[in-house]
Structure formats: structure tokens, C-alpha cells
């Protein structure tokens, strides 16, 4: 998992504010993934994103999620209006070079929504 | 949904071989088998991947059967350290095209001392 930064580590919210998770991929690479693991479950996909582009947010809820990857600067994951159902450890992966991509993952922020 | 199918928990002695197997009876071509696990809490780690020739690597050795259809992992001697959720995945090459990386409920491999 080295080089994959995600803060904050733990995030605590009540519900009806916002989170905002963050990642760094590893240094010179522009592409990451997000993934959220719900208490007892599997990493469920949410958004593939490449520098200032949003290549696969086909796992995204509809409404209160979104996603971005500015030129400068980490992703960011936000949620708006957070409901005790967004609590759940949210990974971000970032893919090594060239096609045969391996997965680095960072440790997660774990959301706790009050 | 995933692609592959794995039991979902196993026991090994601690010091002996894990063998985690998995199905993966639809895999075209050019998709590759890749395994990660899970230690509790943690973030996924990469263990190995292979297209169609076995692979060995410092942490594990990948057996694929010759007709791509299902593979195994093997942990030569495993510890205590090793008890996680391992997850076995199907994926397409990236030189290709794009693919999600989906995870499916893998197996929950449980070292005994």
C-alpha cells in the first residue's frame, strides 16, 4: 500500500453534512479508483477517474456522490447530506504502469455517520 | 458481477500450504487472472498475477490450469499473518481496452496455530 494516501483516516459526521474523502495516488500516476466496503461486506466499485476526467462512475449512487480528480491536487470523494447508511470504509486504488495494471491501495478513511 | 467463483472460507494449519482455489469458467483470451487479499480492516494488497503460465513470486505461487478455466493460489507455508479475505479476479488487459477491477466476496482463509 505505499504511496497511496488517503486522510483523513477516520472521518466522523452526522447526518445531513458532508465528507469529503481524499486521495493521492502514487507519485506521477493519474488514475484512480474508488471502492466502498460496507460493514461485513465486499469492495464494491464506485468510480474509475483519470486527471480532470471521469472515465467510469457507473458504480456511483445517483444522488449525494460525485467525484473528482483536478489537475492539481488529490481525488476527492465527496458525499453531501450524509445518511448513517454512507458509513462504510472507503478505499482508493491507484493502478501501476502499463497494461498489465496492478492495484495499489491505500488504508481507507473509515466514515462514521452519527 | 464478478466473474469468478470461490468457496467462501477455508482453514489451513499454520507452517502448511494454503490452496485457495478459483473458477473462473468464462474467461476469454485476454483477460488475466490477478489475486488480492484482504487482512482485516486493511486495504487490499496485490499478491500475483497470470494470463495462461503459472507464476511465482515472494509471496505466493499461481497455478492456471491449462484450460484457463479455473486457477489456484497457493501460500507455500502459511502463517498466522496470512489470515485474510482473498479475493480472485478477472480482468482484461489495460493495453487493450478499459475494465473495471470488480471484487467478489473472495475467501476468508483462516491460519490455525
Known amino acids: 500500500n505505499a504511496g497511496v494516501m488517503q486522510n483523513p483516516r477516520h472521518l466522523v459526521r452526522r447526518r445531513g453534512q458532508e465528507a469529503r474523502l481524499r486521495c493521492s495516488p502514487m507519485?506521477?500516476?493519474?488514475?484512480v479508483y474508488w471502492y466502498r466496503q460496507l460493514p461485513e461486506e465486499g469492495l464494491k466499485f464506485m468510480v474509475y477517474?483519470?486527471?480532470?476526467?471521469?472515465?467510469?462512475e457507473s458504480g456511483m449512487p445517483k444522488e449525494r456522490f460525485s467525484a473528482e480528480f483536478p489537475k492539481e491536487g488529490p481525488s476527492i470523494l465527496r458525499i453531501q447530506q450524509v445518511v448513517r447508511g454512507d458509513s462504510a470504509a472507503y478505499f482508493c486504488a491507484s493502478p501501476s504502469a502499463g497494461g498489465e495494471e496492478k492495484l495499489f491501495f491505500g488504508s481507507g478513511t473509515q466514515l462514521s455517520v452519527l | 458481477d464478478a466473474k469468478t467463483t470461490q468457496p467462501t472460507s477455508m482453514d489451513c494449519a499454520e507452517g502448511r500450504a494454503a490452496n485457495l482455489p478459483c473458477n473462473h469458467s468464462t474467461i476469454s483470451g485476454n483477460e488475466y487472472v490477478y489475486w488480492y487479499r484482504q487482512i482485516h480492516s486493511q486495504g487490499p494488497q496485490y499478491i500475483i498475477h497470470g494470463l495462461k503460465n503459472n507464476e511465482t513470486n515472494e509471496m505466493a505461487s499461481l497455478i492456471i490450469t491449462e484450460d484457463r478455466k479455473s486457477s489456484t493460489l497457493i501460500l507455500p507455508h502459511a502463517t498466522l499473518r496470512d489470515t485474510a479475505v482473498y479475493y480472485c479476479?478477472?480482468?482484461?488487459?489495460?493495453?487493450?481496452?478499459?475494465?473495471?477491477?470488480?471484487f467478489g466476496p473472495g475467501t476468508s482463509l483462516s491460519v490455525i496455530p
Open positions: 507519485k506521477g500516476h493519474s488514475h
Open positions: 479476479i478477472v480482468r482484461k488487459s489495460l493495453k487493450t481496452s478499459y475494465d473495471k477491477v470488480i
Open positions: 477517474l483519470q486527471k480532470e476526467n471521469i472515465i467510469d
